[in-house]
């Protein structure tokens, strides 16, 4: 999955009158370039240090691909940009023609990993690997270079996909329908939970933002004082609820977590938490998103 073109950063602050709880969500949308893979072309390097770009051998995606000079310590510079902090998963395109390994030391700021680079039988046969770097939030330097004096395999293009939570916080709700923010129980994150009113078909409604069309996990913090289960129907934009069981937690409390996987859309989606039985959901501290 690919997603380039990225957004420029939108601030969100919505109101809702007549709502109860919490009428503003202060998630960070500006983060749109939290996609999940962002794939460069190595012939897109700020610098090379030596080589050229070619199109000589077939098989190649974007313009060329990048043959560096067979020395070691050469390299090609790129500047990545990140939206946080982490560790990425670097995927990188290349073929080896040659008959011995030339690995490919791939960097970014003082974190590195090596490729190994093994022959992949000829010129025209491009295989990946991945390896994992750790990146700054903001502008990185990147490199990929050459560490024996073969240089580097032919580099066609690299790939960078990293793992990322959001918490939304229950009380940060878009709307509620019908209930309210607390802070009576203790135990809960952010500045409180969301008591729903004891009915079916209460619910609160967020917009959660995603920068793909994909399936997460949401990760539920609830908790459950009465005997009796209280499920949540966790959805997105009317799609199927999958309902989180919600049993007992032994009291108001302890909290406990469960786990749901929901399909988001790219972009915002209407993302609903609502009762399905007459004792309304348990109290909802909070729900992590992991893209
Ligand atoms: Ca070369
Ligand atoms: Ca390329
Ligand atoms: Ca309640
Ligand atoms: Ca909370």
Redesign the pocket.
Known sequence: MKWHGFAAGMGIALSCVGCSGSVENDEAWGTAQEALTTTYQAESAVDIDEGVIETVHTGYRGAGYLNIDNFNNTFAWYIINRPVAGTVAVTVRYANGGTTNRPIRVSAGSSSAQITGAPTGSWTTWVTATVNVTFAAGNNDFYLSSVSNEGMPNVDEFSLAQTFTRTY????AFDIDEGVVETIHAG???????NIDNFNNTFAWYIVNSPAAVTVPVTV?YANGTTGNRPIAVSANGGTPVQITAPPTGSWTTWATATVNIPLAAGDNDFFLRSVVSGGMPN???FDITW
């Not at 916080?169 to 940060?172: F, G, I, L, R």
């Not at 809960?188 to 969301?194: A, D, N, P, Q, R």
């Open positions: 916080q229950a009380e940060s809960y994150t952010g500045s409180g939970y969301l913090r909802i501290d909070k």
